[in-house]
């Protein structure tokens, strides 16, 4: 009855190849996060959808696109893998603005 | 994306002793949420504050959410070594969209029996 869980736990792919990650919640949530962790931890938002709406779109690089089928599910497909996009990948999820519930995370790792 | 001030960056301390950690911003906020992580995993909610001058306690673990609305700190008293995590703040100003939360760069709590 895991609340925010995603898909893989682990990638490992060669630069260059698209790989998408998977995000579901069962909080009744209407709005999804996808944050990328650094090296050094930081947490850094990267996208937001509410009731299926894109509202954050922060400075990040356009191979990586973000698509929300319904409420429940925020998925993240990113073209053309490069070094660089290795990090930890969380999806969270809230009630409007109020608090942020995160997922287990997906740590990607591009060679 | 704007980072908050948070400190310290790292803290050793023994079974039983108290814990204290704060993070501070330029910048009026409407919400802390104080987190933990632990390796492997997804940040946890622990404690979240909407009120300025709030104090909300989780167990041992005591959150306040400052009166200028700059600041929150985070104390874990009576330390027991599963206390061992990466601590995060973060806040959500009153200026910015929603949902856009900033984080502090945590606090790395290592616990020794």
């Known amino acids: 009855d895991t609340a925010v869980s995603q898909t893989p736990k682990y990638l490992v792919t060669q630069m260059g190849n698209d790989k998408s990650i998977k995000c579901e919640q069962n909080?009744?949530?209407?709005?999804m996060y996808w944050y990328k962790q650094d090296s050094k931890k930081f947490l850094k938002i990267m996208f937001s959808y509410n009731n299926k709406e894109l509202i954050i779109n922060e400075t990040v690089p356009n191979r990586f696109s973000p698509k929300s089928p319904d409420k429940a599910h925020l998925n993240l497909h990113i073209n053309s893998l490069e070094l660089g996009d290795s990090a930890v990948y969380f999806c969270?999820?809230?009630?409007?603005?109020?608090?942020?519930?995160f997922g287990p995370g997906t740590r990607l790792l591009v060679l | 994306g704007q980072q908050l001030n948070q400190s310290p960056q790292s803290m050793f301390i023994q079974e039983g002793e108290d814990v204290s950690m704060n993070c501070t911003s330029s910048s009026i906020f409407n919400t802390w949420l104080w987190y933990k992580q632990e390796p492997g995993e997804g940040p946890v909610l622990l404690i979240a504050?909407?009120?300025?001058?709030e104090l909300t306690s989780n167990g041992r673990l005591t959150a306040q959410f400052g009166i200028t609305r700059k600041d929150s700190f985070l104390n874990i008293s009576a330390s027991i070594p599963s206390d061992v995590g990466i601590y995060f703040c973060a806040g959500h100003p009153v200026t910015d969209s929603w949902g856009k939360f900033q984080f502090g760069a945590g606090t790395q709590v290592v616990v020794t029996p």
């Open positions: 969270a999820s809230s009630h409007g603005m109020e608090t942020q519930y």
């Open positions: 504050l909407y009120k300025a001058g």
């Open positions: 909080l009744g949530h209407d709005t």
